[in-house]
């Protein structure tokens, strides 16, 4: 029974290939932000710094009411105001028109009807932050940061969160680490908790690392651009029919994950299947002739080697088509827009419920969702319209994969594939 | 061109033609020397890039037979004979390159699928045509990388033993500027490489040992010549500096046969053409210190040559002037010596003829003279004699007519005597004929004079003669005695006159004819031998049964001395024709034209 117990204490050593810090549902700001809801794992909405909700006005108007007892990590109490300021700040793409303070709650007011609007607050996005003195960013998580220099992020356990003390006192996760390097920290007993990337998990697998692997909630798409040569549908077509993802699932991502040619996972919407994936390079061929030869740039943000290593395949496809193809590594600070007529995205999938799902997917597009009701076959409809004008080829969804430390007890992943390290214990920790 | 000049471009043209056959002949050999200089060089550095191709070739290979001894490799070749999955070897190949220094490498099945590939990951799966060449030692091949140029490389093709035709690695090193880098090239040659990726020239696919190669379009002839041709091809260029170059472009052909690559060696001709400058700076020199001493030479020699020559020369021209008298220096024995003695005693000789001929002439003369008087004194004194002869016998045969004999023959003696005073007065009149006392004056009066004088004369005789005058409306200005004139155009009339005993016609014509004044007597008479021509201003000579052989003699005395020329025109039975040309004066202003 003893070593089954959690013990307190203890550093936590997590090493990752991205940075810990950057990115809003970075590892790291997922444990010092938290947001009003949180989604459990199998996909339902939970009170979170939000303790209740209640739609009014035919899900025009939500009112969120606020966990009381709540502290930032600077010390100032949670507040409503504090709580609007937040959700302005992080406003850029947001379902909602306006957010209003009333009393201990929070009114926010959507211009169409959002019966998931508490699931889309889930989202790391909408994460509850207030900045300090100093004018840094502060969360109520069960984690403070301390430090982050050399992409070595320091975070320390907060005493007195609303969720409970987590057991380990601080967690240093290195990022920016190669993942070979990951595995050998790993196995020297350097690291607890380190990447393995899709790609690796069959050799991580003949390696013995202990892996925990989420279920697919990372989209890898090709974006195509509505306009110059490949603004005729036909070309776009073409195109989406010459890619391979058979390739692309069997070879570079070693049979992880599912290949897909719709939005969403077929486990969260269960018409997946009606989209085929199947490639159909004579009539791309076929339609391609009819097009122009101008020669198009397929751009990557990630210069991760398996990424360029998919699009060199990608634009191969494309070649056999008879495109023009030449693959580019987007400058990290480019626009996303630039200049690229295709681009490789990998987009992570947070949201647990489908129409949720969708919206955030086609708000990743550019695509606003205009359905009301959620239903599957409203659901499928606007995907499958969407889908048509094949400005987005879905190619993969993918896992997300870890390598777990011996010393790690009670990790657990949210259903979008993140850690859960507040409920992480060490097993050495006295 | 006189002989002194002469001399100089002799020695000139001698010493520079020397000088330009010696500077050619080196600038030849020179040039032959470094062709084959650049023929050696080449050979060396194609013979160094052979050798290291080839070390490369075996290094490359002996790498891939020790992979295909690795334990990794076995293992995979076991598992993929056995039905493993390809995709869990997906990246292996690059692990394996770059364990084994490889740039390019390949783990490909049996039916060609690609398992893994180094150089172009994203290939896998597809079909690599080269297991065809398993077994060989190695060859070149074109390695398209796909978005990427083409590259060009050194590839050996092995089967994994053991498990039979499981795996097959193709593997190969890039033949490129760091290949070419190795490679040791003396001063003044480089060594290129050209990777035969398009159907054109495509100047990035020329690489240095330093990379890219600038202005490589120059070089494009002697490459698209070795790629189009199969064989090697040499051609010359100038680089972008001026600099001439040799190029050699030598084909490198893959398994099949097709080239894929040019080896081009460029040897500097910067050495050659400096020396041929060298030799052309030496050249002009010479032939400038050969002038100089070509006119000092010939300065010299005209000094022992021409001096001599130049003095016979002018010998000649005296001589030819009529100073038979002259000698020259003999300041030699040799040719020019003898020479001068030759012409000192031709003009001894002249002088010596001149004088026998002179007396013999005088001889003649005075004979002729001597015959002309006596002919034209013994004529009067003929009748003289009768005369007398005739009074002497009237005075002893009949007295009684004596008296009317001698008065008839005091008149015939009256009348002979006059003759034989006119006959001595002619010759004493062409022995006192006067200096000419020139005036400025129109020649048509003078004509018209002797016209109106003789026509009537002329045109009432027994047998008539026509006096046709042809004269100008223009003056005909001329600077002469009138008086001579008039008697000299009165013999010509005379004499036509006498020509013409049957009649016929007198023509007189006058004109300007260039510088001078041209006046003809024709007239239609018998005409002359081209000997009596000859002869016929002869003083003393005449064809006429009576006449002194004077008269044309005067004419031609006057007519040189108004620095005029008198010529006749005759054939027999066609009549006779003098043409006197004298010079003519400005209208008014009395100057000689």
Redesign the interface.
């Known amino acids: 029974m003893a070593h089954t117990r959690p013990h307190y204490g203890g550093t936590l050593h997590v090493e990752t290939q991205a940075d810990p810090w950057q990115a809003a549902d970075s590892i790291g700001r997922r444990l010092v932000f938290d947001s009003l809801t949180r989604v459990d794992e199998p996909g339902g909405v939970q009170p979170a710094l939000a303790v209740r909700w209640k739609e009014q006005n035919g899900d025009h108007r939500w009112q969120f009411w606020l966990r009381p007892g709540v502290h930032f990590h600077d010390g100032s109490p949670l507040t409503a105001d504090s709580v609007q300021q937040s959700l302005e700040r992080s406003c850029k793409q947001c379902p909602w028109t306006s957010v209003r303070a009333l009393g201990d709650s929070v009114v926010i007011t959507t211009a169409a009807p959002d019966p998931v609007l508490p699931q889309e607050l889930a989202r790391s996005d909408y994460a509850i932050a207030a900045q300090d003195a100093t004018g840094d960013a502060v969360g109520t998580g069960p984690f403070r940061f301390v430090s982050n220099a050399n992409y070595m992020l320091t975070l320390a356990a907060v005493d007195d969160t609303w969720q409970g003390r987590p057991f380990v006192d601080t967690i240093e996760i290195t990022g920016r680490r190669v993942v070979r390097t990951q595995w050998l920290d790993l196995a020297a007993g350097h690291a607890d908790l380190v990447d393995v990337p899709v790609e690796g998990v069959r050799l991580a697998q003949q390696e013995h690392l202990n892996i925990l692997q989420s279920g697919n909630c990372d989209l890898l798409a090709l974006t195509v651009a509505r306009s110059g040569v490949l603004a005729e549908d036909a070309q776009r077509e073409a195109i989406a029919l010459a890619v391979d993802r058979a390739a692309l699932y069997n070879a570079i991502f070693q049979k992880q994950g599912e290949m897909t040619a719709s939005l969403l996972p077929d486990a969260l919407t269960g018409y997946g299947f009606l989209f085929p994936v199947g490639r159909d390079l004579v009539r791309a061929q076929g339609l391609h002739e009819a097009g122009g030869g101008a020669p198009l740039t397929l751009a990557l943000d990630d210069a991760n080697p398996t990424m360029q290593l998919t699009a060199e395949r990608v634009a191969l496809n494309l070649r056999e088509a008879g495109f023009r193809v030449q693959v580019a590594v987007r400058a990290p600070n480019a626009e996303a827009s630039a200049a690229a007529e295709l681009a490789l995205r990998r987009i992570h999938l947070e949201s647990a419920d489908a129409r949720a799902a969708l919206e955030q997917m086609l708000a990743a597009f550019g695509q606003p969702l205009t359905d009301e009701s959620g239903d599957p076959a409203t659901l499928y409809r606007m995907e499958a319209s969407f889908i048509e004008t094949h400005q987005v080829v879905p190619l993969l969804y993918l896992p997300r994969s870890y390598g777990v430390g011996a010393r790690v007890h009670g990790l657990r992943l949210s259903p979008d594939g993140v850690p859960l390290l507040a409920d992480v214990s060490l097993e050495d920790a006295k | 061109m006189n002989l002194r000049q002469k001399i100089l471009l002799m020695f000139s043209l001698t010493v520079i033609v020397a000088v330009a056959a010696v500077a050619w002949t080196v600038s030849v050999r020179v040039r032959s020397l470094f062709d084959s200089l650049d023929r050696d060089r080449t050979a060396a550095l194609v013979n160094q890039f052979v050798h290291e191709y080839q070390r490369r070739g075996d290094e490359v290979a002996e790498r891939v037979d020790r992979m295909t001894r690795d334990e990794r490799v076995i293992r995979m070749a076991y598992d993929l004979g056995h039905g493993g999955d390809?995709?869990?070897y997906?990246t292996d190949a690059g692990t394996l390159a770059q364990e084994y220094e490889l740039n390019y490498l390949e783990l490909v099945q049996p039916d060609g699928s690609i398992v893994s590939s180094a150089q172009?990951?994203?290939?896998?799966?597809?079909k690599e045509q080269a297991i065809g060449n398993a077994g060989q030692p190695f060859f070149l091949k074109e390695e398209i990388l796909?978005?990427d140029p083409s590259e060009t490389g050194l590839f050996v093709v092995r089967a994994v033993p053991g498990i039979e035709s499981s795996l097959y690695i193709v593997a190969g090193e890039r033949l490129d500027s760091a290949f070419i880098s190795n490679l040791s090239t003396p001063a003044g040659s480089s060594l290129y490489l050209y990777r035969n990726s398009t159907s054109g020239f495509d100047a990035s696919s020329l690489t240095g040992a330093g990379g890219a190669i600038a202005e490589a379009a120059r070089y494009a002839g002697a490459i698209n010549q070795a790629r189009a041709s199969g064989v090697q091809s040499s051609a010359r260029i100038m680089a972008a500096d001026g600099e001439s170059l040799n190029l050699t472009a030598i084909p490198l052909k893959s398994a099949n046969g097709s080239v894929i690559a040019v080896l081009l060696v460029a040897n500097s001709r910067k050495e050659l053409v400096e020396a041929q400058q060298h030799i052309r700076a030496i050249a002009y020199g010479v032939a400038s210190a050969g002038i100089l001493f070509a006119i000092l030479i010939s300065l010299w020699v005209a000094a022992r040559v021409s001096r001599p020559v130049e003095q016979l020369a002018q010998a000649a021209q005296d001589v030819a002037a009529g100073d038979w008298e002259v000698q020259v220096p003999v300041a030699s024995r040799d040719e020019v010596g003898l020479l001068a003695e030759s012409f000192n005693r031709m003009t001894r000789e002249l002088v010596s003829q001149r004088e026998r001929l002179v007396q013999s002439e005088r001889v003649a003369a005075w004979r002729e003279l001597a015959r002309r008087l006596a002919h034209e004194l013994k004529n009067p004194i003929f009748p003289l004699q009768l005369t007398v002869e005739n009074m002497i016998r009237a005075k002893q045969v009949s007295p009684e007519m004596f008296e009317e004999v001698f008065a008839e023959g005091s008149a015939a003696l009256t009348e002979e005597i006059a003759n034989l005073k006119a006959v001595i007065g002619r010759f004493s009149d062409f022995s006192k004929l006067p200096k000419p006392q020139v005036s400025d004056l129109d020649l048509r009066d003078v004509l018209n004079r002797v016209i109106r004088l003789y026509q009537p004369t002329l045109e009432q005789r027994e047998h008539p003669i026509r006096v046709v005058a042809k004269l100008p409306e223009s003056p005909l200005p001329v600077s002469v005695d009138a008086e001579l004139m008039h008697r000299a155009i009165s013999n010509l009339v005379l004499n036509a006159m006498d020509a013409m005993p049957e009649g016929g016609t007198l023509s007189i014509t006058a004109a300007r004819s260039g510088g001078n004044v041209r006046t003809t007597v024709a007239d239609t008479g018998l005409g002359m031998t081209a000997e009596e021509c000859e002869r016929l201003f002869t003083p003393y000579y005449t064809t006429k049964q009576a006449g002194t052989g004077l008269g044309l003699a005067i004419v031609q005395s006057v007519i040189a001395d108004h620095h005029g020329a008198i010529v006749v025109e005759s054939h027999p039975g066609s009549g006779t024709a003098f043409v006197i040309d004298l010079p003519a004066i400005g209208v008014g202003s009395g100057e000689r034209t």
């Not at chain 2, 172009?120 to 597809?126: D, K, M, T």
């Open positions: 390809a995709s869990m997906l172009w990951p994203a290939h896998f799966g597809y796909g978005q």
